[in-house]
């Protein structure tokens, strides 16, 4: 458990930016039909990609699809197809040219200074349902037949989508990997959803701090003055 976490209460702002959905865990989740994923010849959708294209990865390099596996799910207006409803994400919200939806389970490789003051190492995988607040990000319910497309490769990776969003693609792993592999050799940390909430809600707070200063700072006159805070 992360110690900014472990070792105080849920923010003051949490009730404010409280979800009336549940948190999911990072899954497998694949990528919505229209996706843009950067490849060895340049931004392609990622229903267009074939298995052995190659992906720009962000560890290492340009690796080749190792499996391909399309999925409809079929959203109606039940409480349980709600909560999987995808995920809106405005555009530059999380550095990505153009609005995007990505389903609630995907992963997001945040980098973030809370993450590096607790863990040592600034980059850490959330779901995407738990970005919900920051920035605009919101769940869009809606029904909706979404088409998916699971990329797997060799070993897990993150890939760039959408210019600048880093998306955590899991490995088909079977049991033996994990009764083999100690946490820390794993590459990518994976935040639980509770860390992962409360990480957001962390971020989503200092971002109103610095907004709140910057507009305090102008002195109403549309230019910044320094500012010290309490």
């Given at each position: 458990m992360l110690d900014w976490f472990a070792k105080r209460n849920a923010s003051p702002m949490a009730e404010a930016f409280t979800t009336e959905f549940?948190?999911?865990?990072?899954?497998?989740a694949g990528f919505l039909s229209g996706t843009m994923v950067a490849t060895a010849t340049g931004w392609r959708p990622v229903e267009a990609l074939s298995i052995g294209d190659e992906v720009l990865t962000f560890d290492h390099g340009?690796?080749?699809?190792k499996s391909i596996t399309r999925r409809t799910l079929?959203?109606?207006?039940?409480?349980?197809?709600?909560?999987?409803?995808?995920?809106?994400?405005?555009?530059?919200?999380l550095g990505n040219r153009n609005p995007m939806w990505v389903k609630p389970e995907q992963g997001i490789l945040l980098e973030h200074d809370l993450l590096e003051d607790s863990l040592g190492d600034p980059f850490a995988v959330v779901p995407a349902c738990a970005l919900e607040g920051y920035r605009g990000i919101a769940r869009a319910p809606q029904q909706v037949t979404m088409q998916t497309?699971?990329?797997?490769?060799?070993?897990?990776?993150v890939l760039y989508i959408e210019a600048g969003v880093l998306a955590y693609c899991p490995a088909d792993h079977d049991l033996m990997h994990y009764c083999v592999t100690a946490a820390?050799?794993?590459?990518?940390?994976?935040?639980s959803a509770a860390e992962a909430r409360e990480l957001v809600i962390d971020m989503i707070t200092e971002d109103s701090f610095w907004?709140?200063?910057a507009v305090a700072g102008s002195g109403g006159t549309g230019e910044p003055q320094y500012t010290t805070f309490a």
């Open positions: 549940p948190m999911v865990a990072t899954g497998q340009m690796r080749p699809i079929v959203l109606g207006d039940t409480a349980c197809a709600q909560e999987m409803a995808p995920i809106y994400i405005p555009r530059d919200a497309v699971v990329l797997t490769f060799d070993e897990d990776e820390s050799e794993e590459l990518y940390t994976i935040l907004t709140q200063g």
